[in-house]
């Protein structure tokens, strides 16, 4: 019999429309259906998911806001299902899943009752203060707890968010496994090229501004000037947002700042002289293994910042950033609580951080901080799979 509080919730979701969807069909074998419902929790779910597809073979579909950039092959992304009583049988029905993980907290108590009552064993991963899907808010008498009871293992991230569930959920079933593993950042670089242009470097400190956008140009190139001051042989590797701007910049640095300039795109080769080298986008797995400090272009006064922190971090550089963290909040997030990574807010501040930063053992203690952020959650998944397969009757 469902609870006054869930009987409440399905009442106010049966304003969804039952529209039979264009699913494909579904796979052959043990289903493992996993749930992203946020952005950032998506190229977890996706990581995850490649690894149940290696190690254990079973299909994969996983629900998530958007489509994840590192979707494994042969795993199912679908949006998330609605929530109405008829919508959660329609794909319980459909799917057939052999068993269910969640993540994140957030609660979906149609689903989870549906699921239930077919015995499909479920778990929650990577676990925060439990929620109701946007848009789904109310009061709902006891519909928090008894959505949580369904669940078989609740995987909190942190020991802060095992405290807020254990007030609903038996203390047994609750265990902090920490955040899951993303899909790796490692770029790939040529060797090769690395060692020849180290050696074409002959030890100088370098610094790379990845994805610089116009709108950066001039706060870069004051604060490469600044920092010549500091370090006269300081080289500074220059990738433009747009490639086509290459031209324009030697141009400029050469005419306003006397800077011996090379290009990349010309076969330039930096002397040891050049005090710019301006390079592109199709090899930052190079210049990420050649620069010990990185600048994110995009995040002092673009629109955001460009790349994702997380490649340079996972090979080594110590990273300054802007206070325009664009699409990249939550890994400039964990960065900064790591201490992983400098952040500035002005042309000075940028100077100094890049003056700071060209003393190795402070270069060495942000990169090493933001590397164990980079690398983090091996663990987490490894824990996940664990229990999927004793869920599955596997483990």
């Given amino acids: 019999m469902p609870s006054i509080g869930l009987t409440l919730y399905q009442i106010a979701a049966r304003k969804e429309p039952l529209i039979r969807p264009d699913w494909p069909d579904r796979p052959a074998g043990r289903l493992v259906w996993l749930h992203a419902p946020t952005a950032d929790l998506a190229p977890q779910m996706a990581e995850l998911a490649r690894?149940?597809?290696?190690?254990?073979?079973?299909?994969?579909?996983?629900?998530?806001?958007?489509?994840?950039?590192?979707?494994?092959?042969?795993?199912?992304?679908?949006?998330?299902?609605?929530?109405?009583a008829a919508g959660a049988r329609q794909f319980l029905d459909h799917w057939r899943p052999d068993v269910v993980l969640f993540s994140g907290g957030e609660l979906r108590p149609s689903m989870l009752n549906e699921a239930a009552q077919r015995r499909i064993p479920m778990a929650m991963l990577a676990a925060r203060a439990p929620y109701l899907p946007p848009g789904r808010e109310g009061w709902y008498p006891g519909l928090i707890k008894s959505a949580l009871a369904d669940l078989t293992q609740i995987c909190a991230v942190d020991e802060t968010a095992a405290r807020s569930l254990r007030r609903s959920v038996a203390a047994n079933r609750i265990s902090v496994s920490g955040r899951l593993e993303e899909p790796s950042h490692v770029l790939s670089g040529n060797e090769a090229e690395r060692e020849e242009l180290a050696h074409l470097f002959a030890a100088r400190p370098v610094w790379l501004v990845a994805c610089l956008p116009e709108a950066e140009e001039t706060a870069v190139i004051e604060a490469h000037r600044a920092a010549l001051r500091q370090a006269h042989r300081l080289l500074l590797i220059l990738v433009p947002e747009d490639a086509a701007r290459a031209p324009v910049l030697a141009q400029r640095m050469e005419a306003e700042e006397g800077w011996q300039v090379a290009q990349r795109s010309a076969d330039e080769e930096p002397e040891p002289e050049t005090e710019v080298f301006i390079t592109d986008a199709t090899e930052m797995g190079l210049w990420y293994r050649l620069a010990p400090i990185c600048f994110l272009g995009g995040s002092l006064a673009g629109t955001g910042c460009i790349r994702n922190p997380m490649e340079a971090a996972a090979l080594g550089a110590s990273l300054i950033h802007g206070p325009r963290p664009g699409a990249w909040g939550a890994a400039l997030g964990r960065l900064g609580a790591a201490r992983g990574a400098r952040s500035v807010a002005s042309v000075p501040d940028l100077a100094e951080a890049v003056a700071e930063l060209l003393a190795p053992d402070r270069a060495a203690q942000l990169a090493r901080a933001a590397w164990i952020v980079s690398s983090e959650g091996s663990e987490a998944t490894a824990q996940a799979m664990v229990l999927m397969r004793q869920l599955l009757g596997e483990g």
């Fill in 51 to 84: 690894h149940i597809r290696e190690e254990d073979g079973h299909p994969v579909l996983l629900t998530a806001p958007d489509r994840p950039v590192a979707l494994p092959e042969r795993v199912i992304w679908l949006p998330p299902p609605g929530e109405s």
